[in-house]
């Protein structure tokens, strides 16, 4: 058989998923001629994971896409059944943003935003080969043997890359909801040099509604007022749905570990490492063996649909220990399931092989982005969809790439993460992996990475002056607050009293009355006479600034010693091992990841801080033979 | 490896039965080879490491001295890199001459503490482990000795670590309760962290004294002989001190300047000032040392206020009594073996601590002894406590001390616990910096040990 030339493309990704999404859109929107090549038409945007988008430190994420010029955020707004604030009264660094989303609908919206993308192609193609012509041309082929040259290449094959699913003792090649896997790329990838491993990760079964008992579990409301994830979305977003908790007892229990030797995962049929925090019910029933019950949510996917997400409830037993264990529990005594329970396997890389940027450090011009990283989550891969695709179009137009630091966002944070630690597990994002995490919000992802949206040339000249207005009333208000005060009063006594803190006789500034703990803006409107006419979201950036200057202040200045660290190169022709007085795991360690500066280097597990003074003394030492 | 072969003496440099002198580097078996002769005729050259040959050292022909030479080969050594130990009979003169015949050889007179900054470069020590040795190196007494090598041993890492064990615990709590909001985290009391971060915070103020204490083993009390002209404060410092350092005479005034020695009185070390009698003087030169021995008493850390027995307290004696009141004193009544004269009653007011004494005699001394060690509870202190040693630890100990303070006070007046668990983290960060390791994802693992989480 005879391939044919089917066209050529500046940046040619592989896969439609989140990353794909992100990492396409990105790259055309900085004008560069873009495929995106999807196995199914029908599957781009697809959900199978879950019905919803956000959640603690992942809504930062979209959050963040979203102030960078992503496209996550707007369509998770545009599908939203349910919106919730997680975190509320846990304090502003954890307050994190989630929505139950239509996923139908999500695919469909997503699906129209590529065809309608200027400079974009969306083909449905499975990619079966690629390689590197001598000129450094990446040339891929597809199934159907048309040859695309690309100068640049995103990899986001997500669960699709030689994947498996395993139900009990069954086990087949597939992509997930049944969609046919990526089964020839692998083998081409490692031809090629690239090292692969098998992580795995699975869902829960989907049930019908008509078949669940509701009357009797608690009910979960959406928050009003709703706050939408993107900038751009200025009408409030609708709860539409309620969902519904409901939890495991003894009987599922007993059920699942009489069955426990016909699981993929105890018997040994699945090699792929699983996450620890996404465990399926077997996993925390074995591994949390004193624990009485687990709590699961009953989730609607979609207005049109009568399918139910059982969030809690992964499995990969058999087909009919599912049914026996689901029907154990309150509410779902006669459940039928529409779609079983599945543990899903795939190939993907390690990510100490890339650069900041998402390239590959031995292959100038291929990039990977989500779970082809090691990560896991849809909010995860938008991020690194958006930074490979970023990267891979300032590469061509011969511009300074963007990497982004810890201290600048959860994007950052993520992809140093991976880059630098590596991740033995897919890698989930949680607010407990960044040390600046009162520095990094959601509430202000728009003053720390809208500018560089706007210099990179994506976001509009209308948001940004949306948003430089909203910085200068943000600043004008903090300097208000900084000079009002307040006059004694029978009604500010009053407020004090109930809100449990001291009372004045004198005068009071605004920002010490605003600093306490137990005062907010809206309990000290009636007495601020002056109060300008402005956006909550304004008041709650400088009622954050007050209150918790102290520890910004702190944080502020724990950036700006990392930043230094950063700052102390280190060449990438180093040979660890001719470096005396490293250790030799700190040498090994050091020659695979090639760290780009001190910062870096501190980082890596296996470096000790005596591995660090002795490359501090290195670096002395090679600069003042330089000079 | 391309380093410089370095030698030095590595016992102290002091009249004892052996000494060594330690030569590290590339060239240091060939060096060694160059003025030592085995009695079997081996060279050290063709010696295999953990190895020792009897021979003489010779310079220029003469031999100097008999002596072990102790071969290392490099890794396996205590710099890692090779050594020859060249232990030679004591004596100062003997033990520089060996010195010199191995420098004329081609070794570089090694730099202080520069044997263990290289075993610090080779990956043979941690730093904390780098930092003990070098406290050991500079210990003066066998306690300081002891608390040194506690650390050596891992003892403080243990302490610390119990103290991050539970730090640890509760920041993976409240990360748990952060990002697993939906799951059935138990709840987290504002009390039952106020109660845990008391407890680490008072541990870590435990830590903190002891390295005040630690100093006191280490450096010494400096301590103020005071009195009156002529009570026997020169002839107690020389029975402390164990050798005549001061004039003794009879005469009133004959130590007109401050003499400082160093002495050790079983476990604790006194840095001894014998000041000159203070009273009121024409002597210009007197005045000069009565000025001098009164700013000492200014700055002491432990005053003996010397009476003498035989004599009734006068008004120079209660001029001395008032400027010992804000230091720890103690009075010795010296000169026991004359017939009594002074009140004692009245010094019972003044001082916790009176001892009977007759320098003279060397009647006393261990009641002295034992009379410091309580006014500075080194009966507590004793060296088998872990101790931090030096100013980093301290340093570190203390920041990761403030920010348990932080979150005990943030807690009180109400903040959010998102605050609170940054302040925690903070603390664990500095505790695992002072134990040398690197903070990793210590929390986020400890949160998928200790819950059960995730859909």
């Not at chain 1, 008041?539 to 010693?561: C, D, T």
Request: hydrophobic residues 40%; aromatic residues 6%.
């Amino acid at each position: 058989m005879s391939t044919y030339k089917a066209g050529h493309y500046d940046i040619a990704v592989i896969g439609a998923g989140h990353a794909g999404i992100e990492a396409a859109l990105a790259a055309a929107r900085l004008g560069c001629k873009t495929a995106v090549f999807t196995i199914n038409m029908d599957a781009v945007g697809n959900c199978p994971c879950n019905p919803s988008i956000g959640g603690t430190a992942k809504g930062h994420l979209v959050r963040e896409i979203d102030a960078l010029g992503g496209e996550m955020g707007r369509t998770a707004d545009e599908c939203t059944l349910q919106s919730r604030m997680l975190n509320r009264g846990k304090g502003p660094a954890v307050h994190s943003l989630r929505a139950q989303i239509d996923r139908r609908r999500y695919s469909t919206v997503m699906k129209h935003k590529l065809e309608l993308q200027e400079g974009l192609d969306l083909r449905q193609a499975e990619i079966t080969d690629i390689e590197r012509d001598e000129s450094g041309m990446w040339l891929l082929t597809t199934r159907m043997l048309g040859v695309f040259s690309a100068k640049a290449v995103i990899i986001a094959t997500g669960t699709y890359l030689g994947g498996r699913i395993f139900v009990g003792e069954v086990s087949y090649e597939s992509g997930p909801d049944g969609i046919f896997p990526s089964a020839f790329l692998g083998d081409s990838l490692r031809k090629l040099g690239v090292k692969t491993r098998r992580f795995k990760t699975g869902t829960p079964a989907r049930v019908k509604r008509s078949s669940i008992d509701f009357s009797e579990l608690e009910v979960q409301e959406g928050d009003e007022p709703t706050v939408p994830f993107s900038y751009d979305t200025l009408t409030p977003v609708e709860n539409k749905i309620v969902c519904h908790v409901s939890w495991t007892n003894e009987d599922t229990k007993q059920i699942i570990l009489d069955n426990i030797h016909r699981s993929p995962l105890y018997s040994g049929m699945i090699e792929g490492v699983g996450p620890r925090y996404c465990p399926s019910l077997e996993d925390k029933i074995v591994r949390f063996a004193d624990k009485k019950r687990h709590q699961l949510f009953i989730e609607p996917c979609g207005e049109d649909t009568e399918e139910m997400y059982l969030q809690g409830m992964s499995s990969s037993l058999p087909e009919e220990v599912q049914t026996e264990f689901y029907h154990t529990i309150k509410g779902l005594e006669h459940a039928m399931i529409m779609r079983p329970a599945y543990a899903i396997e795939y190939d993907c890389i390690d990510p100490t092989s890339m650069l900041a940027t998402l390239e590959f450090k031995d292959f100038p011009g291929l990039y990977g982005a989500g779970q082809f990283n090691g990560s896991s989550g849809y909010e995860e891969a938008a991020a690194q969809g958006l930074v490979a695709g970023i990267n891979a179009a300032l590469k061509i137009r011969g511009r300074e790439p963007l990497i982004l630091d810890r201290a600048s966002s959860y994007i950052g944070t993520l992809i140093d993460d991976l880059i630098t630690k590596g991740a033995n597990e897919p890698y989930r994002m949680m607010t407990g992996r960044s040390e600046y995490r009162l520095i990094l919000r959601q509430d202000n992802a728009d003053e720390r990475l809208t500018p560089i949206g706007y210099k990179l040339g994506l976001i509009s000249d209308e948001r940004y002056s949306r948003f430089t207005l909203k910085q200068e009333q943000i600043k004008a208000e903090r300097k208000r607050v900084a000079e009002t005060v307040i006059a004694p009063s029978k009604e500010l006594s009053e407020i004090l009293v109930s809100r449990e803190t001291s009372d004045v006789t004198t005068g009071i500034r605004l920002i010490d009355l605003l600093k306490r703990p137990e005062l907010s803006y809206e309990a000290l409107a009636p007495v601020d006479k002056s109060r300008p006419d402005l956006d909550r979201a304004v008041f709650e950036q400088v009622e954050i600034s007050v209150k918790y200057e102290g520890y910004i202040k702190k944080q502020l200045a724990a950036v700006e010693n990392m930043r230094k660290l950063e700052t102390k190169r280190l060449p990438d022709d180093i040979d660890y091992m001719n470096v005396t007085g490293l250790r030799l795991e700190a040498q090994e360690k050091l020659n695979k990841i090639k760290p780009l500066n001190i910062g870096q280097a501190s980082r890596i597990s296996g470096v000790s801080p005596a591995d660090i003074s002795v490359l501090m003394i290195y670096l002395m030492k090679q600069n003042k033979r330089g000079e | 490896m391309n380093n410089k072969t370095i030698a030095a003496v590595s016992t102290a440099k002091a009249s004892a039965g052996i000494s060594v002198i330690r030569v590290s580097g590339d060239g240091a078996i060939d060096i060694s080879d160059k003025i030592f002769k085995s009695k079997s005729g081996t060279k050290l050259s063709d010696m295999k490491g953990y190895t020792c040959a009897l021979g003489d050292v010779y310079t220029g022909g003469e031999r100097i001295d008999e002596c072990i030479a102790t071969v290392f080969r490099e890794p396996h050594s205590y710099t890692g890199e090779n050594v020859v130990e060249l232990s030679c009979h004591g004596g100062v003169y003997v033990t520089a001459a060996v010195l010199r015949a191995v420098l004329d050889a081609g070794a570089q007179p090694a730099q202080a503490g520069e044997f263990t900054k290289r075993a610090f470069l080779n990956g043979k020590l941690d730093l904390i482990e780098a930092e003990a040795v070098m406290d050991i190196i500079s210990s003066r007494s066998k306690a300081s000795a002891r608390a040194a090598l506690e650390i050596k041993d891992g003892a403080l890492s243990e302490r610390i670590d119990g103290i991050k064990a539970v730090l640890l615990d509760k920041a993976a709590h409240l990360n748990a309760w952060a990002d697993y909001p939906e799951e059935d985290i138990p709840e987290i009391s504002s009390e039952e962290l106020i109660s845990a971060l008391t407890k680490a915070g008072k541990e870590l103020d435990d830590i903190i004294k002891s390295y005040d204490n630690g100093r006191i083993l280490k450096d010494g009390i400096d301590t103020v002989l005071a009195g009156k002209p002529n009570v026997g404060k020169s002839t107690l410092m020389n029975l402390l001190a164990g050798f005549d350092k001061s004039i003794v005479t009879s005469v009133a005034g004959t130590t007109r300047d401050i003499v400082e020695e160093s002495v050790a009185l079983d476990d604790i070390v006194l840095n001894l000032s014998d000041t000159a009698g203070i009273r009121t003087t024409g002597d210009e030169i007197e005045s000069i040392g009565v000025e001098k021995a009164r700013a000492k008493l200014e700055t002491a850390a432990l005053i003996l206020c010397v009476f003498d027995s035989s004599k009734e307290l006068s008004d120079d004696d209660m001029e001395i009594i008032d400027s010992a009141a804000d230091a720890p004193s103690i009075a010795i009544i010296n000169k026991t073996d004359l017939p009594s004269k002074l009140d004692e009653e009245k010094l019972k007011d003044k001082f916790k601590e009176i001892v009977r004494m007759s320098a003279k005699n060397s009647d006393g001394v261990r009641e002295l002894i034992e009379a410091i060690k309580r006014v500075y509870a080194v009966s507590d202190l004793d060296s088998n406590l872990t101790l931090i040693y030096n100013e980093r630890q301290r340093s570190l100990t203390i920041n990761a001390r403030n920010c348990v303070h932080e979150a005990i006070e943030a807690l009180n007046i109400g903040m959010t616990f998102d605050a609170i668990t940054v302040s925690i983290e903070e603390a664990i960060a500095y505790l695992c910096e002072l134990t040398g390791e690197r903070v990793t994802d210590e929390v986020v693992d400890r949160v998928f040990h200790n819950f059960c989480v995730g859909k």
